[in-house]
């Protein structure tokens, strides 16, 4: 089946610094992938919808600025948390839409923020 | 607006016992209904999906979901749990397309015990 993996499954940074979050569809083009938001023990957040070639999409109250989405290829969206704070901590995912239109989500990456 | 409902925020089970999660949607268009489950750390595994036909679908794991348009619910159910059965279930709602995000419920933390 389709699969979405995400690297890295896990990060830990000092504040301040940049973290890059890559989301690849392995066996099929992806012309749109989902990022989500995960808190402890809350439910999946939508970020916003990373297109490719074209920006993406924020969902509201999320900082472009700060949560940098590119979709560069029709199998890679990047998300880039840019000088991140420790409020930035969680869960990430990223999803994705299959060939037949089912949605694929990725292993998740959790970034923890000193 | 989509929404999804889970009103249960933890449910408690011995093992061997049935198991029924209970899920209501509001969706303006046919929705898509998925469950999945998530241990703790981890990423998503889908448990089962109702795209359209018979009301009644059979997952992984022993679960199983029905759908009842007229009640707008998609409840899980498991007629006998295992302690490894015990994380966090998320009931999804989305439709079949490859620019649409899934909304999730707030998720139903099952803990299982002897």
């Known amino acids: 089946g389709a699969v979405v993996s995400q690297h890295p499954s896990w990060v830990i940074c000092k504040s301040g610094t940049s973290v890059k979050i890559e989301c690849r569809s392995l066996d099929f083009q992806a012309t749109t992938m989902f990022w989500y938001r995960q808190f402890p023990k809350q439910s999946l957040m939508l970020m916003a919808t990373?297109?490719?070639?074209?920006?993406?999409?924020?969902e509201q109250g999320v900082e472009k600025d700060k949560f940098l989405i590119n979709h560069a290829s029709l199998t890679l969206s990047t998300l880039t948390v840019t000088s991140a704070h420790p409020e930035d901590s969680s869960f990430y995912i990223c999803s994705a839409n299959g060939n037949d239109g089912e949605l694929f989500f990725g292993e998740g990456s959790r970034l923890t923020v000193l | 607006a989509q929404s999804v409902t889970q009103p249960d925020i933890h449910i408690t089970v011995s093992e061997g016992a049935s198991l029924e999660l209970r899920c209501n949607y509001s969706?303006?268009?046919?929705?898509?209904l998925f469950w999945y489950v998530q241990s703790p750390g981890q990423g998503l595994q889908l448990l089962l999906k109702y795209f359209s036909g018979d009301t009644l679908v059979q997952g992984i794991k022993g679960f199983e979901a029905e759908f009842k348009r007229s009640q707008s619910s998609f409840n899980l159910r498991k007629p006998s749990v295992h302690w490894s059965d015990a994380a966090e279930y998320f009931c999804a709602v989305g439709r079949f397309s490859g620019n649409t995000p899934l909304v999730f419920g707030k998720g139903t933390r099952l803990s299982v015990i002897a």
């Open positions: 969706y303006g268009a046919t929705p898509y």
């Open positions: 990373s297109n490719e070639g074209s920006k993406a999409t924020y």
